[in-house]
């Protein structure tokens, strides 16, 4: 017994220590002799936490689940004066593997459909000791799978009170989980960009959210592949997805010209849509399709202008107006990427389909964040160039805006540039008694997305009044804001609508000048 006992004992050091090295070693453990032992080396492994372990430990509840049952000796008397010493043992270590297992298990938070198929089984099993019922209902009541909500549902009812107070519990979070953090099903349409959707899905903050369920793109191979890699369902067919009811959310990531049709078809099949920017190019298409969701009561977003303001324009907002600085007046807006690109047929080779490339393909980004600030546009003006591109449309392009209060903002964009600062998205505000710059200037921090700095005259003097730094900046996605949507049905400030149809106001503007290459008018009301 003395070494069984120091075997217990270097079990729990490890976990004490936090010793992942002897990982190993504990795995090593579950295989002792001496069931004590493997019990000791269950807690430690439950109490480091690290899912490689969730096979071994597995293993073991398998083998001791099948393990002959005794039955429950009388309150009183104990056990038949005759019971063998086999028979005592097997009693004294009679539920304690399963019960530490579950716990065990339920700590490691990785759970497999093997993992949940055996502690359904434990949780409902009535030939189980009580206290492996109830540990296998706290144990998915951890894990907080909705799946697991019938099966404890199930076990609230058991006339063994530990079992069923466990069980009732784990209802609770359960039920809070669905409400709140279950993942959301989600089809994504266009593979071509979708397939960069797909690797957000998979992981950062979106992959809690959300659960693949469908891929659907005209190229079979693309739907084979993409279907293979994230175990989606395979559609070549749009409306087949569509008809899913357990989809409620369609991501579409088609090319911009037409997309408002394919979003009408997923709003009448009852479906929310995350897609991108450009919006569309037929400016009324868009202005109808957004009206349309808003009377349904159904979401639309995308990732550019977003649902809500990005940390970069919530801060310009915040000290436009804690510093009272004023109409915006001026602005200089400036992207660039390093592509050499090649013709492929594709929308990116035509002119009306793709105006002014690089205003159109990265500009917009800018286009939007301009318009938070400058309101309703009025008119337009376009220079491009082809540099370096293998494509009929141009690489290299300015786009010169005036709004209706006289404002004047100039964005710049261009694939030819290669000096390891792409996608900067720099920006210049001149408001009436101040300027913010936003990534401005040859110096940048790591670790940030933004950075931003307001200068003002006081007391007659240039000074910077303030600054800032933030993670994320205007184009992302938001997806938890999306998942949040869906479930509770919020739909966007319809400031964020207009905003989208004057982006597109300018863009068929821009067209326009494109071939004219005169100032045009932005059409706006």
């Not at 070494?3 to 295989?31: H, N, P, Q, W, Y």
């Not at 369609?250 to 991108?276: N, W």
Request: aromatic share 6%; hydrophobic share 40%.
């Amino acid at each position: 017994m003395e070494t069984t006992l120091l075997r217990m004992d270097a079990c729990a050091a490890v976990a004490e220590r936090g010793d992942a090295s002897k990982l190993s070693d504990l795995v090593g453990a579950l295989g002792d002799p001496d069931w004590r032992v493997r019990y000791a080396a269950l807690v430690a492994l439950g109490d480091l936490g690290d899912p490689r372990v969730v096979e071994p430990l597995l293993a073991l509840l398998r083998a001791e689940a099948s393990e002959p049952l005794f039955t429950q000796p009388p309150l009183e008397g104990g056990l038949p004066a005759d019971t063998t010493e086999a028979t005592k043992e097997a009693w004294r270590r009679r539920g304690r593997l399963l019960q530490a297992g579950c716990l065990a298990l339920a700590n490691l938070g990785a759970p497999t459909a093997p993992l949940l198929e055996l502690l359904h089984d434990f949780a409902t099993d009535q030939t189980r000791d009580y206290m492996v019922r109830a540990a296998a209902c706290k144990a998915l009541g951890q894990l907080a799978c909705p799946e697991s909500l019938p099966v404890v549902e199930q076990a609230a009812r058991d006339e063994e009170w530990c079992t069923a107070c466990e069980a009732r519990k784990a209802v609770a979070v359960i039920q809070r989980c669905v409400r709140t953090e279950s993942r959301l099903r989600i089809g994504i349409v266009g593979l071509n960009f979708g397939r960069h959707i797909l690797a957000q899905l998979r992981s950062g903050p979106a992959a809690g959210r959300f659960d693949v369920a469908a891929v659907c793109d005209l190229d079979a191979e693309k739907v084979r592949q993409y279907a293979g890699e994230t175990g989606a369902r395979a559609c070549r067919d749009y409306a087949e997805l569509l008809a899913d009811p357990t989809i409620p959310a369609v991501g579409l990531f088609t090319p911009p010209a037409g997309r408002a049709e394919l979003i009408r078809q997923a709003l009448r099949a009852g479906k929310h849509v995350m897609t991108t920017k450009p919006f569309e190019v037929d400016v009324e298409a868009a202005a109808a399709i957004l009206a349309e969701a808003r009377a349904a009561g159904r979401i639309i977003h995308l990732n550019s202008p977003a649902p809500t303001l990005s940390p970069d324009l919530a801060q310009i907002r915040a000290w436009q107006s804690e510093y009272d600085l004023g109409r915006p007046v001026g602005c200089r807006a400036e992207v660039w990427a390093d592509y050499r690109e090649r013709a492929d047929g594709t929308w990116y080779d035509d002119p009306r389909r793709c105006p002014v490339a690089p205003i159109f393909r990265l500009g917009i980004y800018l286009i939007h964040d301009v318009l938070l600030f400058f309101g309703a546009p009025q008119s337009v003006q376009v220079m491009h160039a082809r540099v370096r591109t293998g494509r009929p449309t141009s690489d290299n392009a300015q786009l010169a805006l005036r709004f209706r209060d006289g404002g004047l903002a100039n964005i710049y964009a261009s694939f030819c540039v290669g000096d390891g600062d792409s996608y900067r998205n720099g920006l210049t505000l001149n408001f009436e008694r101040g300027t913010i710059y936003r990534n401005s200037g040859p110096q940048r921090a790591e670790g940030c997305a933004a950075e931003l700095a307001l200068v003002m005259a006081r007391d007659g003097r240039r000074g910077i009044v303030a600054q800032a730094r933030v993670e994320a900046e205007s184009g992302g996605y938001q997806w938890e804001v999306f998942a949040d949507a869906v479930r509770t049905g919020a739909l966007p400030d319809e400031e964020v609508d207009r905003r989208i149809v004057d982006g597109l106001r300018i863009v068929r503007a821009m067209a326009c000048a494109e071939r004219s290459g005169a100032t045009e008018l932005c059409g706006h009301p």
